[in-house]
């Protein structure tokens, strides 16, 4: 059924499935049996193996943005800026940090943290994760209102929200 995966036993109390750049990561619990977990969960985990399939199909005709880190950051301030004085909210500090999960987060204390791998992606789509995490200060979850705050911006969020995928194998496999 599933080939390429690795296992990982930790000390946690519940099994995790994860796809790392395409590769099923099971995190389980000690003591517990790998094959009873991927036969729960087996008809998830061929959803995300053809996800993943065609959204690399996809990506092989994306190229990645080649910036440096001063353009990146000048990008990013500019971006804040703007779409901060839009949805009249205020950032309180920005840092700037390889992220392994994640595009940017915002804390609740305002703080954004951008990942700098960002620096690979065009400047629509920095400007569309920017305004995702800005919005969060209005709306915290991904709610309705989060979603209608979104697309009168980007009314083809769906769409950018896919293409973020194709852009994160592409940069996945060239730092791997």
């Excluded at 517990?32 to 993943?52: A, G, M, P, Y």
């Excluded at 500090?93 to 940017?104: E, G, L, N, P, Y």
């Amino acid at each position: 059924m599933v080939d390429n995966y690795q296992i990982f036993f930790r000390k946690i109390k519940y099994p995790r499935l994860e796809f790392r750049t395409g590769k099923l990561h099971l995190i389980l619990p000690f003591g517990v049996d790998s094959e009873s977990v991927l036969n729960k969960h087996r008809i998830w985990i061929k959803k995300k193996q053809i996800f993943i399939e065609n959204t690399l199909l996809s990506a092989k005709n994306k190229k990645l943005v080649k910036r440096n880190e001063i353009q990146f950051k000048n990008i990013v301030y500019d971006l804040v800026g703007t779409n901060s004085q839009y949805l009249k909210v205020k950032v309180n500090k920005i840092f700037f940090r390889k992220m392994r999960t994640k595009w940017a987060s915002l804390s609740s204390n305002r703080n954004m943290t951008i990942n700098m791998l960002m620096r690979y992606l065009p400047k629509y789509l920095i400007n569309y994760i920017i305004t995702h995490e800005l919005t969060h200060i209005v709306e915290k979850r991904h709610s309705e209102k989060f979603w209608n705050i979104i697309s009168k911006r980007f009314a083809n969020y769906c769409g950018l929200e896919k293409e973020l995928f194709e852009f994160w194998f592409l940069i996945q496999k060239i730092n791997s």
